[in-house]
Nanobody, 129 residues
C-alpha cells in the first residue's frame, strides 16, 4: 500500500524558513518522480515543485523559484521541501503527491485531484506578517 506522510508544517513569520518532509512507503521510492502541491485558503490546487525519479532533475513554479528547494533522500525514502524567504502568500496546506512514474516536469495549469494517483494528508504552513 502506497503511503505518503508529510510533516514539518507550522507557523512562521515573513522572511522565515521551514523544512517540510514526506515519508514514503509501499513503492520503489528512488525511481519515482515526486511532487509538492499546495492549496491556499479558498483557492485551487497549485503545483509547487517536482523532482524526477531518473536523473534528479528539479522543476519549480515561478512563484517559488529561488526561494524553495525540493530534494530527496532515497536511502530514507523521504522527500523534502525547504522553504526560505517565506511570504504571506505561501500560506497553504502542502501535499506530497506522486503518479508513480519516473519522469518529472512543470505544470502550467491548476492541479486537479486526479492528476496524481497518491496524496499525503497534508501539512499546514502559515506565514504571518
Amino acid at each position: 500500500e502506497v503511503q505518503l506522510v508529510e510533516s514539518g508544517g507550522g507557523l512562521v513569520q515573513t522572511g522565515g524558513s521551514l523544512n517540510l518532509s514526506c515519508s514514503a512507503s509501499g513503492f520503489t521510492f528512488s525511481s519515482v518522480a515526486m511532487t509538492w502541491v499546495r492549496q491556499a485558503p479558498g483557492k485551487g490546487l497549485e503545483w509547487v515543485a517536482t523532482i524526477d525519479g531518473r536523473y534528479g532533475l528539479v522543476f519549480y513554479a515561478k512563484s517559488v523559484k529561488g526561494r524553495f528547494t525540493i530534494s530527496r533522500d532515497n536511502a530514507k525514502n523521504t522527500l523534502y521541501l525547504q522553504l526560505n524567504s517565506m511570504k504571506t502568500e505561501d500560506t497553504a496546506e502542502y501535499y506530497c503527491v506522486t503518479k508513480l512514474g519516473s519522469a518529472g516536469g512543470s505544470w502550467t495549469r491548476e492541479i486537479r485531484k486526479d492528476d496524481f494517483a497518491y496524496w499525503g494528508q497534508g501539512t499546514q504552513v502559515t506565514v504571518s506578517s
